[in-house]
């Protein structure tokens, strides 16, 4: 079964301090990790597609990273309208073209000013 | 481009009761999920969508349940509601094509309270 852990679940930093997001996950081949991120009541939104280890992408004061084994979602700088909450979440290769996607749990970033 | 749309975005309902919520994908996309949030939970996969045909299905009693339009244009139903099915629906768009990598796309969800 497909699984993803994300850590911490919860953290706190202060304007300007630059932190990383872990999301470790074990699935019978990748054949794509996301990173979405959550506001408050409002819906996921996409941030980033990962293919393959050692791919990198970056948006703004995000940078996401990707081994066999997890992915990390680095924040540079971070701003207070930066807080939300970031969902991983990863699609195996057997899904063929389906949408069996497994979300983790997501980590709660607050940015106090 | 317009996003994903679900209406209602709020709903009261007690207990027995049942509840219809849609979900109006973007333009072009064929493919539509459903999705439970709870905070103990997390995002729980119900069921996907494609061309009409319920391709995947997650594990949740057989209460819920789902259908897709021509159009792309997707409900979900909820019957004989329990205190325990209070929880954010969302629904998620993506174009699918072939065998690839496709990104989801969410509405703001519907919140549904069962009283």
């Known amino acids: 079964e497909d699984q993803v852990t994300q850590s911490p679940e919860a953290l706190r930093l202060q304007e300007g301090e630059s932190s990383s997001l872990n999301c470790s996950y074990t699935?019978?081949?990748?054949?794509?990790l996301f990173w979405y991120r959550q506001d408050p009541g409002k819906g996921p939104e996409f941030l980033f597609t990962?293919?393959?280890a050692g791919e990198e992408k970056e948006k703004e004061r995000l940078k996401a990273t990707l081994t066999k084994k997890e992915s990390f979602l680095h924040i540079t700088a971070p701003k207070p309208e930066d807080s939300a909450t970031y969902l991983c979440?990863?699609?195996?290769?057997?899904?063929?073209?389906?949408?069996?996607?497994?979300f983790g749990t997501g980590t709660k970033l607050q940015v106090i000013p | 481009k317009a996003g994903v749309t679900q209406t209602p975005r709020y709903l009261i309902k007690t207990r027995g009761q049942q509840v219809t919520l849609s979900c109006s994908p973007i333009s072009g996309h064929r493919s539509v999920s459903w999705y439970q949030q709870t905070p103990g939970q997390g995002l729980q996969f119900l069921f996907e969508?494609?061309?009409?045909?319920?391709?995947n299905k997650g594990n949740f009693p057989g209460r819920f349940s789902g259908r897709q339009f021509s159009n792309s244009r997707s409900e979900m139903n909820v019957s004989t509601l329990e205190l325990g099915d209070s929880a954010l629906y969302l629904c998620?768009?993506?174009?699918?094509?072939?065998?690839?990598?496709?990104?989801?796309?969410f509405g703001p969800g519907t919140r549904l309270t069962v009283l």
């Open positions: 998620a768009s993506s174009f699918l094509q072939g065998a690839s990598v496709n990104e989801q796309f």
């Open positions: 969508y494609f061309s009409e045909t319920q391709r």
């Open positions: 979440a990863v699609q195996p290769s057997s899904s063929g073209g389906y949408q069996k996607v497994t």
């Open positions: 699935v019978s081949g990748l054949r794509g």
């Open positions: 990962l293919y393959s």
